[in-house]
Antibody, heavy 117, light 108 residues
Framework: QVQLQQSGPELVKPGASVRISCKAS????????IHWVKQRPGQGLEWIGW????????KYNEKFKGKATLTADKSSSTAYMQLSSLTSEDSAVYFC??????????WGQGTTLTVSS | ENVLTQSPAIMSASPGEKVTMTCRAS???????LHWYQQKSGASPKLWIY???NLASGVPARFSGSGSGTSYSLTISSVEAEDAATYYC?????????FGAGTKLELK
């Protein structure tokens, strides 16, 4: 069965960077796009971008260019998102999700990021 | 950016009641690229309805979706307690991919 297992909660200081992982299983990792989505507490969903692990092409929401960097490791079927120059505005739950055919059919459990000194 | 506006923001329904929530786009969306997700508190979103009217695996038949162009809707024919959740519409007709702000369905 398709599963996306994300890394655990992170507490980081302002100005630092963090990398969140999303390990895929149950399907061919290189054949599906992986998207990343942000959800601030009590708020809606915001699209960050996607990566296609087959050729590591990426597409970003303009809003997150310079903030998020998406990578993928085919050998471990893991997608990564690095967030840099963190501020309190980056405190949120971050989800990875697989694109099944222009919709997001499987989601990770979410990673909670807290930015605080 | 294609802004999706969902209404109402919050709705309350009694078990057995029929409910409809709407999603309006600032620019036309192809019906193939308009989708709905269900999210319960503390959980990940789940694909609920894809391409306007197709129920995702495991979604009860009391749910349905319709619409075209800039106006879409999700209907529950007879609400059950387990339907309490927030429902988000999402478009993939252009970049950036966008979500509506959600409709929170509460059960009376």
């Amino acid at each position: 069965q398709v599963q996306l297992q994300q890394s655990g909660p992170e507490l980081v200081k302002p100005g630092a960077s963090v990398r969140i992982s999303c390990k895929a299983s149950g399907y061919t990792f290189t054949s599906y796009y992986i998207h990343w989505v942000k959800q601030r507490p009590g708020q809606g969903l915001e699209w960050i971008g996607w990566i296609y692990p087959g050729n590591v092409n990426t597409k970003y929401n303009e809003k997150f260019k310079g903030k998020a960097t998406l990578t993928a490791d085919k050998s471990s079927s893991t997608a990564y998102m690095q967030l840099s120059s963190l501020t309190s505005e980056d405190s949120a739950v971050y989800f990875c999700a697989r694109e099944g055919g222009n919709y997001l059919d499987y989601w990770g459990q979410g990673t909670t990021l807290t930015v605080s000194s | 950016e294609n802004v999706l506006t969902q209404s109402p923001a919050i709705m309350s329904a009694s078990p057995g009641e029929k409910v409809t929530m709407t999603c309006r786009a600032s620019s036309s969306v192809s019906s193939s690229y308009l989708h709905w997700y269900q999210q319960k508190s503390g959980a990940s979103p789940k694909l609920w309805i894809y391409s306007t009217s197709n129920l995702a695996s495991g979604v009860p038949a009391r749910f349905s979706g319709s619409g075209s162009g800039t106006s879409y809707s999700l209907t529950i024919s007879s609400v059950e307690a387990e339907d309490a959740a927030t429902y988000y519409c999402q478009q993939y007709s252009g970049y950036p991919l966008t979500f509506g702000a959600g409709t929170k369905l509460e059960l009376k």
